[in-house]
T-cell receptor, first 112, second 111 residues
Framework: DAKTTQPPSMDCAEGRAANLPCNHSTISGNEYVYWYRQIHSQGPQYIIHGLKNNETNEMASLIITEDRKSSTLILPHATLRDTAVYYCIVRVALITGNQFYFGTGTSLTVIP | DGGITQSPKYLFRKEGQNVTLSCEQNLNHDAMYWYRQDPGQGLRLIYYSQIVNDFQKGDIAEGYSVSREKKESFPLTVTSAQKNPTAFYLC??????????FGPGTRLTVL
């Protein structure tokens, strides 16, 4: 059960903002939304995470809807190096530890 | 230079053999994780460990075994009981329930 739904692929022009949507309609009140990206044959790279407030760091912004059923990752000025698979993940906190459920992600291609 | 290391990067084994994948971290993280990734797919959790000498099965633990004798190390053994072991294996660590940080991965191919 991946818990999130993302479009399989997206294109974005270099220099423009890339907006990657994610649906997590079954998210619970204490579950965080995380975003990672993976360049081919490398380990996933952490981007950003949030619970209910919008978040921003040096890499991206995360916009979470008020009902928390969906979110959008924004890369403000996409570069060719941002071409990767982006995973939206719900972190489930269990007594035995937290678990991340990875879906198949969105393959983002930044076009020159 | 802090981080997570996995070795080797590429690993080949004959069918029926056990093989152990290494994962080491010097981030002083308590929790460590093993994931499996198949082509075009997301990551699936094999095993995780919150503290030394303790570990829990993930969603696809059958055919795998782990140990956690030291905080820094969490080796994964792929046994001959694993029916389809060819995959990309990723190790991660986290400080408690915080963000997970991943190693570079080991690509295992069964010949």
């Amino acid at each position: 059960d991946a818990k999130t739904t993302q479009p399989p692929s997206m294109d974005c022009a270099e220099g423009r903002a890339a907006n990657l949507p994610c649906n997590h309609s079954t998210i619970s009140g204490n579950e965080y939304v995380y975003w990672y990206r993976q360049i081919h044959s490398q380990g996933p790279q952490y981007i950003i995470h949030g619970l209910k407030n919008n978040e921003t760091n040096e890499m991206a912004s995360l916009i979470i809807t008020e009902d928390r059923k969906s979110s959008t990752l924004i890369l403000p000025h996409a570069t060719l190096r941002d071409t990767a698979v982006y995973y939206c993940i719900v972190r489930v906190a269990l007594i035995t530890g937290n678990q991340f459920y990875f879906g198949t992600g969105t393959s983002l291609t930044v076009i020159p | 230079d802090g981080g997570i290391t996995q070795s080797p990067k590429y690993l080949f084994r004959k069918e029926g053999q056990n093989v152990t994948l290494s994962c080491e971290q010097n981030l002083n993280h308590d929790a460590m994780y093993w994931y499996r990734q198949d082509p075009g797919q997301g990551l699936r959790l094999i095993y995780y460990s919150q503290i030394v000498n303790d570990f829990q099965k993930g969603d696809i633990a059958e055919g795998y075994s782990v140990s956690r004798e030291k905080k820094e190390s969490f080796p994964l053994t792929v046994t001959s009981a694993q029916k389809n072991p060819t995959a990309f294996y990723l190790c991660a660590s986290s400080a408690g329930r915080d963000t997970q940080y991943f190693g570079p991965g080991t690509r295992l191919t069964v010949l």
